[in-house]
Structures are given as structure tokens and as C-alpha cells.
T-cell receptor, first 115, second 120 residues
Framework: AQSVAQPEDQVNVAEGNPLTVKCTYS??????LFWYVQYPNRGLQFLLK??????LVKGSYGFEAEFNKSQTSFHLKKPSALVSDSALYFC?????????????FGTGTRLQVTL | DTGVSQDPRHKITKRGQNVTFRCDPI?????LYWYRQTLGQGPEFLTY????????KSRLLSDRFSAERPKGSFSTLEIQRTEQGDSAMYLC??????????????????FGPGTRLTVL
């Protein structure tokens, strides 16, 4: 079975500072990994995904994520946080060895960016 | 707006009533997914369709739940005899798998705004 862990319920960072939101995964085969962001009372917005190739993936709004196979991690990063980045962030995994097309999500990490 | 749309956005119902939600995917997306999200949790997969065929259902989808996508376009999710435990945000997503054009599993799912169900 595939699973995702987001070890931090909340991350606090000052505007202008770098941010990292952590994600680790477990799959039986090779993973496809995704990050989504959710604003209050809204659906999920796609940020970026890792399929294969370069371990550093660049996405929307200046976000990037680094795939680390040995550590089974896919941490979300941004060099300089904005107050408007404050939201709920979800990591998700899809196991390419499985037949299902579903995404398995983590429990989410709330990012709070303050002035 | 050409994104995924869901109707209604909010639904309040009494326990025991039936409710139906609608999802309109992005035009020409052939895959459609339903997820459920409860407070403090990530979305949980319920079911998905490729065109009009329902290819997988989660064990979360009890026999009170039924989903359809009759013409391979919009989809409906019906909950019969609602219970308080059904209170959640119901999210719909769509994606495109082009025959021979992409590896299954690499498609990106685009989500709608959700329908928030409250069962009193």
C-alpha cells in the first residue's frame, strides 16, 4: 500500500525567509509525487509533480521540490516566502506499480508566513 | 472559467435524506475522480471513471454511495440515507489520459472547489 507522511502540522516562517515543507513517502515500486495547495474553503491547486528525471522539480508560484530516493522524501521548498503563501499544503503519491490511478494524500501542513 | 466545477458548493441536509452532487470536469478530460476530505485530513479517494466506465471504487464507498458518469462528461455522486458521519468536503478532479500519448499515472489531477456537506 502507498502512503505519505507530513511530519509537521504547521510550519511558521517570516516573509522573505526560505521555507521547507517536509514529505516522506512509501510505495512498493517507483513513485509519482505531487504537491497541492489548498486555500480556505477552496479545492486543491496543483503546484508541481515528480515523474522521472531531474530530482529538482520546479513548479508554480516559485515553489520547487527535491526528490530524494534514498531518503524517500519529496520536500517542498521556496527561496523567499510571501505572506500570500500562507495556506494548507498537501503531498500526494501515486504508485506506478499499482493498477489504481488514485492519489494518496498526506494529512497536510499548514504554512503560516508572517511579516 | 474552464476549470472543474461542482454544484452545489454547500449542502445542508437532515440525517436520512438523500443528496446528489454534480461535477463538470475540464472539457475533454476523460478521467474523473471523487475524493472526500474531512476536517484536518487530506483528501481520501472514493472512485474514478475513465470516460463512462467506473474503474475503481474505494472501500470507503459504502452501498449508500453511488456515482455515475453516463455520457463520459459530467458526473454525479449520490448519497442515500445520509448519516452525520457523511459530513465532509466532497472533491471532484479530472485529468486527461490520451491513448498512447502518456504513461498512465503521470496525469495531473485538477480539482474543483468542492461541495461541503453538512448532515444535521
Amino acid at each position: 500500500a502507498q502512503s505519505v507522511a507530513q511530519p509537521e502540522d504547521q510550519v511558521n516562517v517570516a516573509e522573505g525567509n526560505p521555507l521547507t515543507v517536509k514529505c516522506t513517502y512509501s510505495v512498493s515500486g517507483n513513485p509519482y509525487l505531487f504537491w497541492y495547495v489548498q486555500y480556505p474553503n477552496r479545492g486543491l491547486q496543483f503546484l508541481l509533480k515528480y515523474i522521472t528525471g531531474d530530482n529538482l522539480v520546479k513548479g508554480s508560484y516559485g515553489f520547487e521540490a527535491e526528490f530524494n530516493k534514498s531518503q524517500t522524501s519529496f520536500h517542498l521548498k521556496k527561496p523567499s516566502a510571501l505572506v500570500s503563501d500562507s495556506a494548507l499544503y498537501f503531498c500526494a503519491v501515486r504508485d506506478i506499480a499499482g493498477t489504481a490511478s488514485k492519489l494518496t494524500f498526506g494529512t497536510g501542513t499548514r504554512l503560516q508566513v508572517t511579516l | 472559467d474552464t476549470g472543474v466545477s461542482q454544484d452545489p458548493r454547500h449542502k445542508i441536509t437532515k440525517r436520512g435524506q438523500n443528496v446528489t452532487f454534480r461535477c463538470d470536469p475540464i472539457s475533454e478530460h476523460n478521467r474523473l475522480y471523487w475524493y472526500r476530505q474531512t476536517l484536518g485530513q487530506g483528501p481520501e479517494f472514493l472512485t474514478y471513471f475513465q470516460n463512462e466506465a467506473q474503474l475503481e471504487k474505494s472501500r470507503l464507498l459504502s452501498d449508500r454511495f453511488s456515482a455515475e458518469r453516463p455520457k463520459g462528461s459530467f458526473s454525479t455522486l449520490e448519497i442515500q440515507r445520509t448519516e452525520q458521519g457523511d459530513s465532509a468536503m466532497y472533491l471532484c478532479a479530472s485529468s486527461s489520459i490520451r491513448a498512447g500519448g502518456s504513461i498512465s499515472g503521470t496525469d495531473t489531477q485538477y480539482f474543483g472547489p468542492g461541495t461541503r456537506l453538512t448532515v444535521l
